[in-house]
Protein backbone atom coordinates (compact mmCIF):
# COMPACT_ATOMS: atom_id res chain seq x y z
CA UNK A 1 0.00 0.00 0.00
CA UNK A 2 1.36 3.15 -0.77
CA UNK A 3 2.22 5.59 2.02
CA UNK A 4 0.66 8.99 1.31
CA UNK A 5 1.95 12.37 3.25
CA UNK A 6 -1.59 13.46 4.20
CA UNK A 7 -1.72 9.72 6.11
CA UNK A 8 2.23 10.70 7.81
CA UNK A 9 0.52 13.87 8.80
CA UNK A 10 -2.80 12.25 10.15
CA UNK A 11 -0.63 10.09 12.01
CA UNK A 12 1.33 12.69 13.56
CA UNK A 13 -1.19 15.15 14.43
CA UNK A 14 -2.38 12.00 16.63
CA UNK A 15 0.36 11.00 18.22
CA UNK A 16 2.85 13.88 18.11
CA UNK A 17 5.57 11.35 16.92
CA UNK A 18 8.41 12.44 14.37
CA UNK A 19 7.93 12.33 10.75
CA UNK A 20 9.87 9.32 9.73
CA UNK A 21 8.73 7.40 12.99
CA UNK A 22 5.16 7.67 11.34
CA UNK A 23 6.36 6.48 8.06
CA UNK A 24 7.83 3.23 9.52
CA UNK A 25 4.90 2.59 11.34
CA UNK A 26 2.25 3.20 8.95
CA UNK A 27 4.75 0.55 6.18
CA UNK A 28 4.98 -1.89 9.18
CA UNK A 29 0.86 -1.58 9.38
CA UNK A 30 -0.27 -1.88 6.05
CA UNK A 31 -1.01 2.00 6.10
CA UNK A 32 -3.66 1.21 8.84
CA UNK A 33 -3.32 4.34 11.22
CA UNK A 34 -5.07 2.40 14.52
CA UNK A 35 -3.11 -0.41 14.54
CA UNK A 36 -0.16 2.44 14.06
CA UNK A 37 -1.32 4.13 17.15
CA UNK A 38 -1.98 0.89 19.29
CA UNK A 39 1.64 -0.22 18.28
CA UNK A 40 2.59 3.30 19.07
CA UNK A 41 1.63 3.37 21.96
CA UNK A 42 2.79 0.07 23.32
CA UNK A 43 6.08 0.99 22.30
CA UNK A 44 6.01 4.24 23.98
CA UNK A 45 5.09 2.47 27.52
CA UNK A 46 8.46 -0.22 26.73
CA UNK A 47 10.41 3.35 26.26
CA UNK A 48 8.68 4.98 29.31
CA UNK A 49 9.67 1.49 31.37
CA UNK A 50 13.11 1.48 29.64
CA UNK A 51 13.62 5.57 30.77
CA UNK A 52 12.17 5.00 34.17
CA UNK A 53 15.53 4.41 36.10
CA UNK A 54 17.13 7.13 34.26
CA UNK A 55 17.94 10.02 36.88
CA UNK A 56 15.78 13.23 36.42
CA UNK A 57 16.90 16.12 38.12
CA UNK A 58 15.94 19.13 35.99
CA UNK A 59 12.22 20.33 36.02
CA UNK A 60 10.28 22.73 36.67
CA UNK A 61 7.85 23.99 39.39
CA UNK A 62 4.25 25.01 38.54
CA UNK A 63 1.82 26.09 40.73
CA UNK A 64 -2.50 26.90 40.18
CA UNK A 65 -4.83 28.68 42.56
CA UNK A 66 -8.47 28.84 42.66
CA UNK A 67 -10.32 32.31 41.67
CA UNK A 68 -11.11 33.03 45.56
CA UNK A 69 -7.61 31.82 46.69
CA UNK A 70 -9.28 29.21 48.64
CA UNK A 71 -7.10 26.45 46.91
CA UNK A 72 -3.39 26.89 45.57
CA UNK A 73 -1.18 23.80 44.33
CA UNK A 74 2.15 23.41 44.00
CA UNK A 75 4.04 20.01 41.95
CA UNK A 76 7.85 19.38 40.65
CA UNK A 77 7.79 17.59 37.42
CA UNK A 78 11.44 16.35 36.60
CA UNK A 79 13.52 15.58 33.42
CA UNK A 80 16.96 14.88 32.75
CA UNK A 81 18.01 17.66 31.09
CA UNK A 82 17.47 21.09 31.15
CA UNK A 83 16.99 21.80 27.53
CA UNK A 84 13.21 19.86 27.59
CA UNK A 85 12.36 22.53 30.73
CA UNK A 86 11.75 24.96 27.60
CA UNK A 87 10.04 22.57 25.44
CA UNK A 88 6.56 23.35 24.83
CA UNK A 89 5.39 19.57 25.32
CA UNK A 90 6.65 19.60 28.67
CA UNK A 91 5.71 23.10 29.75
CA UNK A 92 2.35 21.99 28.59
CA UNK A 93 1.89 18.74 30.63
CA UNK A 94 2.91 20.77 33.46
CA UNK A 95 0.45 23.19 33.60
CA UNK A 96 -1.86 20.51 32.90
CA UNK A 97 -0.69 18.67 35.58
CA UNK A 98 -1.29 21.73 37.90
CA UNK A 99 -4.76 22.04 36.70
CA UNK A 100 -5.25 18.51 37.36
CA UNK A 101 -4.19 18.96 40.74
CA UNK A 102 -6.42 21.74 41.38
CA UNK A 103 -9.93 20.33 40.14
CA UNK A 104 -9.19 17.17 41.74
CA UNK A 105 -7.04 17.39 44.84
CA UNK A 106 -5.79 13.52 44.86
CA UNK A 107 -3.75 12.26 48.29
CA UNK A 108 -0.68 11.47 46.47
CA UNK A 109 1.15 10.62 43.49
CA UNK A 110 -0.11 7.47 42.46
CA UNK A 111 -3.62 9.02 42.30
CA UNK A 112 -2.76 11.77 40.25
CA UNK A 113 -1.44 9.24 37.74
CA UNK A 114 -4.52 7.30 37.55
CA UNK A 115 -6.84 10.66 37.44
CA UNK A 116 -7.87 12.07 33.22
CA UNK A 117 -5.42 14.62 32.86
CA UNK A 118 -8.40 16.74 31.96
CA UNK A 119 -11.85 16.78 32.13
CA UNK A 120 -13.61 14.65 30.16
CA UNK A 121 -10.27 12.71 28.61
CA UNK A 122 -9.90 9.37 28.29
CA UNK A 123 -6.04 9.85 28.35
CA UNK A 124 -4.71 9.60 32.26
CA UNK A 125 -2.17 11.47 33.94
CA UNK A 126 0.28 8.50 33.37
CA UNK A 127 -0.48 8.08 29.92
CA UNK A 128 0.52 11.31 28.96
CA UNK A 129 3.52 11.14 30.46
CA UNK A 130 4.72 8.06 28.97
CA UNK A 131 3.78 9.19 25.49
CA UNK A 132 5.71 12.53 26.35
CA UNK A 133 8.69 9.97 27.06
CA UNK A 134 8.32 8.02 24.11
CA UNK A 135 8.05 11.41 22.40
CA UNK A 136 10.89 13.68 23.96
CA UNK A 137 13.16 10.52 24.87
CA UNK A 138 13.58 11.71 28.59
CA UNK A 139 13.00 10.11 31.88
CA UNK A 140 10.08 12.55 32.83
CA UNK A 141 8.52 11.75 36.68
CA UNK A 142 5.88 13.89 38.81
CA UNK A 143 7.97 13.86 41.94
CA UNK A 144 5.94 15.58 44.63
CA UNK A 145 3.52 18.17 44.98
CA UNK A 146 1.63 20.15 47.73
CA UNK A 147 -2.06 21.13 47.86
CA UNK A 148 -2.94 24.33 50.01
CA UNK A 149 -6.16 24.85 51.65
CA UNK A 150 -6.85 28.31 52.76
CA UNK A 151 -9.70 28.92 55.61
CA UNK A 152 -8.59 33.02 55.15
CA UNK A 153 -8.26 33.36 51.29
CA UNK A 154 -5.07 35.16 51.89
CA UNK A 155 -2.20 33.22 50.49
CA UNK A 156 0.15 33.91 47.75
CA UNK A 157 2.58 31.88 45.67
CA UNK A 158 6.10 32.80 44.16
CA UNK A 159 8.36 31.18 41.88
CA UNK A 160 11.95 31.96 41.19
CA UNK A 161 12.61 31.17 37.42
CA UNK A 162 10.80 27.59 37.00
CA UNK A 163 12.95 25.97 39.55
CA UNK A 164 12.10 27.62 43.32
CA UNK A 165 8.18 27.64 44.29
CA UNK A 166 6.66 28.48 47.44
CA UNK A 167 3.10 29.20 48.50
CA UNK A 168 2.38 31.21 51.78
CA UNK A 169 -0.55 30.81 53.78
CA UNK A 170 -1.66 33.90 56.02
CA UNK A 171 -4.50 34.61 58.42
CA UNK A 172 -4.71 38.25 58.88
CA UNK A 173 -2.60 40.99 57.04
CA UNK A 174 -2.84 41.14 53.34
CA UNK A 175 -2.10 39.45 49.59
CA UNK A 176 0.70 41.97 48.76
CA UNK A 177 2.31 41.10 52.40
CA UNK A 178 1.49 37.09 51.88
CA UNK A 179 3.48 37.57 48.22
CA UNK A 180 6.65 38.64 50.35
CA UNK A 181 6.58 36.60 52.77
CA UNK A 182 6.89 33.91 49.97
CA UNK A 183 9.42 35.84 48.30
CA UNK A 184 11.66 35.50 51.54
CA UNK A 185 11.07 31.94 51.95
CA UNK A 186 11.83 31.29 48.30
CA UNK A 187 15.09 33.26 48.94
CA UNK A 188 16.15 32.35 52.64
CA UNK A 189 15.01 29.04 52.61
CA UNK A 190 13.40 28.46 56.47
CA UNK A 191 12.97 24.89 57.65
CA UNK A 192 9.93 25.41 59.66
CA UNK A 193 7.67 28.66 61.22
CA UNK A 194 8.82 29.06 64.42
CA UNK A 195 11.79 27.58 66.85
CA UNK A 196 8.68 24.85 68.16
CA UNK A 197 8.42 23.63 65.05
CA UNK A 198 11.90 22.77 64.08
CA UNK A 199 12.48 18.96 64.11
CA UNK A 200 14.11 17.45 66.88
CA UNK A 201 16.37 14.95 64.80
CA UNK A 202 17.63 17.75 63.28
CA UNK A 203 18.03 20.23 66.89
CA UNK A 204 19.86 16.40 67.91
CA UNK A 205 22.26 16.31 64.73
CA UNK A 206 22.86 20.38 65.01
CA UNK A 207 23.92 19.86 68.81
CA UNK A 208 26.25 16.82 68.30
CA UNK A 209 28.03 18.87 65.50
CA UNK A 210 28.21 22.14 67.54
CA UNK A 211 29.44 19.60 71.07
CA UNK A 212 31.83 18.30 68.90
CA UNK A 213 33.50 21.47 67.84
CA UNK A 214 33.34 22.98 71.15
CA UNK A 215 35.16 19.69 72.80
CA UNK A 216 37.63 20.70 70.64
CA UNK A 217 38.40 23.78 72.58
CA UNK A 218 39.36 22.27 75.55
CA UNK A 219 37.99 24.57 77.69
CA UNK A 220 35.56 23.18 80.69
CA UNK A 221 32.70 21.06 80.68
CA UNK A 222 30.03 24.34 81.44
CA UNK A 223 31.98 26.71 79.20
CA UNK A 224 31.78 24.21 76.20
CA UNK A 225 27.75 23.65 77.52
CA UNK A 226 27.29 27.56 77.14
CA UNK A 227 28.88 27.81 74.16
CA UNK A 228 26.54 24.84 72.90
CA UNK A 229 23.90 26.62 74.16
CA UNK A 230 24.35 29.63 72.36
CA UNK A 231 24.95 27.99 69.04
CA UNK A 232 21.62 26.66 69.11
CA UNK A 233 20.12 29.42 70.02
CA UNK A 234 21.99 30.64 67.06
CA UNK A 235 21.17 28.34 64.68
CA UNK A 236 16.81 28.31 65.88
CA UNK A 237 16.80 32.28 64.29
CA UNK A 238 18.55 31.26 61.28
CA UNK A 239 16.46 28.12 60.24
CA UNK A 240 13.28 29.30 61.57
CA UNK A 241 10.89 32.36 59.84
CA UNK A 242 9.94 33.91 62.47
CA UNK A 243 13.55 34.35 63.50
CA UNK A 244 15.34 35.48 60.43
CA UNK A 245 15.61 38.97 58.75
CA UNK A 246 13.49 40.23 56.26
CA UNK A 247 15.09 39.47 52.76
CA UNK A 248 13.47 43.06 51.41
CA UNK A 249 14.45 44.57 54.83
CA UNK A 250 17.35 42.72 56.52
CA UNK A 251 16.94 45.28 59.61
CA UNK A 252 13.06 43.99 59.96
CA UNK A 253 12.80 40.47 61.09
CA UNK A 254 10.05 38.47 60.15
CA UNK A 255 8.34 38.23 63.17
CA UNK A 256 8.01 42.22 63.80
CA UNK A 257 6.88 42.60 60.16
CA UNK A 258 3.86 40.02 60.66
CA UNK A 259 3.16 41.73 64.19
CA UNK A 260 3.36 44.96 63.06
CA UNK A 261 0.65 43.99 60.25
CA UNK A 262 -1.12 41.37 62.78
CA UNK A 263 -0.64 38.57 60.75
CA UNK A 264 0.28 35.37 61.40
CA UNK A 265 1.36 32.63 58.93
CA UNK A 266 -0.11 29.07 59.06
CA UNK A 267 1.91 27.37 56.32
CA UNK A 268 4.34 27.35 53.94
CA UNK A 269 5.39 25.04 51.48
CA UNK A 270 8.95 25.42 49.60
CA UNK A 271 10.04 23.40 46.63
CA UNK A 272 13.15 23.23 45.11
CA UNK A 273 13.82 21.32 41.73
CA UNK A 274 15.91 18.30 42.17
CA UNK A 275 16.75 18.96 45.94
CA UNK A 276 18.00 15.87 47.56
CA UNK A 277 18.55 14.54 43.83
CA UNK A 278 22.36 13.42 43.24
CA UNK A 279 22.91 13.78 39.78
CA UNK A 280 25.18 12.13 37.63
CA UNK A 281 28.08 14.21 36.26
CA UNK A 282 28.40 13.41 32.42
CA UNK A 283 31.08 14.82 29.95
CA UNK A 284 28.58 16.58 27.76
CA UNK A 285 30.91 16.12 24.56
CA UNK A 286 31.30 12.46 25.27
CA UNK A 287 27.71 12.38 25.67
CA UNK A 288 26.93 13.65 22.00
CA UNK A 289 29.67 11.04 20.62
CA UNK A 290 27.97 8.53 22.27
CA UNK A 291 24.99 9.39 20.64
CA UNK A 292 26.63 9.89 17.16
CA UNK A 293 27.81 6.50 17.83
CA UNK A 294 23.95 5.39 18.22
Not at 61 to 78: F, G, L, Q, R
Not at 186 to 196: D, L, M, Y
Not at 222 to 244: H, P, S
Not at 264 to 288: D, H, P, S
Request: charged content about 30%; some cysteine.
Amino acid sequence: MQITAAMVKELRERTGAGMMECKKSLTENGGDIEACIEAMRKSGLAKAEKKAGRIAAEGVICHKSADDNSVAVIVEINCETDFVTKADDFLAFSSQVADCLLANKPADVAALSALPLAAGSDETVEEKRQSLVAKIGENISIRRFEVLESASGINAAYLHGSRIGVLVDLTGGDSDLARDIAMHVAASRPVCIGEQDVPQELLDKEKEIFSAQAAESGKPAEIIEKMVAGRIKKYLKEVTLLGQPFVKDPDVMVEALLKKAGAEVNTFVRLEVGEGIEKKQENFAEEVMAQARG
